[in-house]
């Protein structure tokens, strides 16, 4: 009898111990986690969206703000007659029935949003008919002053797979982080049923705006831009088009444009094959506005110079089983390498090419940037493919030489000549300039690097004022102005082969020739009044050109 008394004795002392461990355990060790969830019974928490960053030109004009909007929610526990209230909001704005009554008479349902980016004026017309049930949050949307202008260049704000502001293409995406600020929280004090108390706390945060960019965009240039690019693409009747313009001292974009483009404030609605910029996401077989790059290649090596005679320009060339002619069947015995340039040699670029080899033909590509992105700070560049070195054959670097068979972004090709118009230094081509944060500025850091020697540079300028002087587009050059240039017809690659009736004519140059103060790359995508660049791409090019020098104030000489 003692000895169950004392078992049962010594298990409720266990029963005691176990009981003060549960109870410590709950309300020591765990209090802290259960306060919260207590804590999150009775209260709400609510996001404040902040204002994204603001996006101006180089002038200060903004081409980029975020308007104060709305997003209606409803609150069923708070809704009375739900055939009343659809009525009232869809007299204002448009309702979804299904959707409405079967939230509307879910009570367990606290808060639900009817519609994002209402404006002002429609929350007034919804708040005068004094509707019960419903409530406004604050919300954010993006307003363009100047339209759509550069709407390659700046990308636009949609929503992430949660529903979150996100940029996406152009600067709103490479400057998402920047641009979208943080949130603010707001925490509410609630009753059992999750409806707000009106005299319950509320604490919370602010919301901090994002930072605003400053670019080096021209806006008068812009305007430019694309105003005569629309008129090159109907006049030549032309698929599609491109320009860039560059300050090849510093790597600056001072303007750029796509067609066709889209409308940033209804980008929803349109064509999303239009949404990636061409410019950066885009190759192409460079044809002959490649054939400065690869005479710099063969100058800075000392393996030809200006006056070098080509030795094989007496008619088509053999490589391999392969036979190589000029674009217009025309031959030019004993011409120089100068003349090469002007007369747009084919031949006299096999030529060359074939002084350089494929070791140093590859190394320059590498040296000139033709391996990687350009970096500039735009989402959605593409990394072009660059074959090795022993994956190169003869007859790719002979048609290399004339730019046929390498594809390289428009970008690329801007910069590579941009190295050639400032004396030989690689530039990272730049939209931003600046970002700012209230008085706190934040200038993006210009690179450059040297690539090729600066009388190679200086040579194969001369090489191109020259084209453009005599060349088959000299007729169409701005009178008292030197320019260096040179146009570029490519066939396009199709199904393994090139099809003769489609081609990409394009012209490259920069200007005032001595002291560039612009480099500019237009291209037009199968033109129908003439595949060749000389009758399409380089008009258009020196139009652009004359508007630059009345923008940037630079007199004929």
Not at 258 to 279: G, Q, S
Not at 288 to 296: D, L, N
Request: hydrophobic share 40%.
């Amino acid at each position: 009898m003692v000895a169950r008394i004392r078992v049962l004795f010594f298990l409720i002392i266990l029963a005691w111990l176990g009981i003060i461990a549960r109870l410590f355990y709950w309300q020591v060790d765990n209090f802290p986690r259960l306060y919260s969830e207590a804590g999150q019974q009775h209260l709400s928490r609510q996001e404040i969206p902040s204002s994204r960053g603001k996006i101006f030109s180089s002038d200060g004009f903004p081409l980029v703000l975020s308007k104060s909007v709305n997003q209606l929610y409803l609150e069923p526990n708070r809704v009375e007659d739900p055939q009343k209230t659809f009525d009232s909001i869809n007299q204002v704005v448009s309702l979804d029935p299904k959707t409405f009554f079967k939230v509307a008479e879910n009570k367990k349902i606290f808060w639900y949003p009817l519609a994002s980016k209402i404006d002002n004026e429609t929350k007034e017309k919804l708040i005068a008919k004094e509707i019960q049930g419903i409530g406004f949050d604050p919300q954010w949307q993006r307003s363009y002053p100047e339209a759509s202008m550069a709407a390659h260049l700046l990308g636009f704000v949609g929503s992430d797979e949660n529903g979150n502001e996100k940029g996406y293409f152009g600067i709103e995406g490479f400057y998402d982080r920047e641009l979208k600020g943080i949130s603010g929280l707001r925490f509410l004090e609630t009753d059992l049923f999750g409806r707000h108390i009106l005299m319950g706390k509320q604490w919370g945060k602010g919301p901090k705006k994002g930072r605003d960019l400053h670019l080096f965009l021209d806006r008068a240039i812009q305007s430019a831009v694309e105003k005569r690019l629309k008129e090159g693409v109907e006049k030549y009747g032309a698929s599609s088009g491109s320009a860039v313009v560059m300050d090849p001292q510093t790597g600056a974009v001072l303007a750029m444009a796509c067609l066709p483009t889209f409308d940033l404030a209804n980008f929803a609605k349109e064509d999303k094959t239009r949404f990636p910029n061409p410019i950066i996401s885009s190759t192409f077989e460079p044809g002959s506005v490649f054939k400065p790059m690869v005479m710099a290649m063969a100058i800075d090596l000392g393996l030809v110079n200006q006056n070098t005679v080509c030795e094989i320009c007496t008619g088509p060339v053999s490589v391999g089983e392969h036979t190589i002619s000029t674009w217009n069947d025309k031959y030019y015995p004993r011409s120089t390498m100068t003349e090469v340039i002007q007369h747009s040699d084919n031949v006299g670029m096999v030529f060359v090419a074939q002084k350089l080899g494929i070791k140093n033909f590859t190394r320059y590509l590498e040296r000139l940037g033709f391996g990687d992105k350009t970096g500039i700070d735009l989402e959605g560049e593409t990394q072009p493919i660059l074959k090795k070195e022993d994956q190169w054959l003869e007859i790719d670097l002979a048609t290399a030489g004339f730019g046929q068979g390498v594809a390289f972004t428009p970008m690329q090709i801007i910069r590579g000549v941009s190295a050639i118009a400032n004396g030989g230094s690689l530039m990272i081509p730049r939209v931003v300039e600046k970002i700012s944060e209230g008085e706190r500025e934040i200038f993006v850091e210009m690179k450059k690097q040297p690539v090729i020697k600066q009388i190679t540079a200086k040579v194969v300028t001369q090489m191109m004022v020259n084209a453009v002087e005599k060349g088959e587009a000299k007729w169409a050059k701005p009178v008292g102005y030197k320019i260096a240039g040179k146009t570029g017809t490519a066939q396009i690659p199709v199904a393994g082969h090139y099809d003769k009736e489609k081609t990409i004519a394009s012209f490259v140059g920069f200007a005032p020739a001595d002291s560039p103060k612009f480099a500019m790359l237009v291209t037009l995508r199968e033109p129908q009044t003439s595949p060749w660049g000389s009758e399409t791409a380089a008009p258009l090019w020196f139009q652009i050109a004359k508007d630059i020098f009345q923008v940037l104030g630079v007199p004929p000489s």
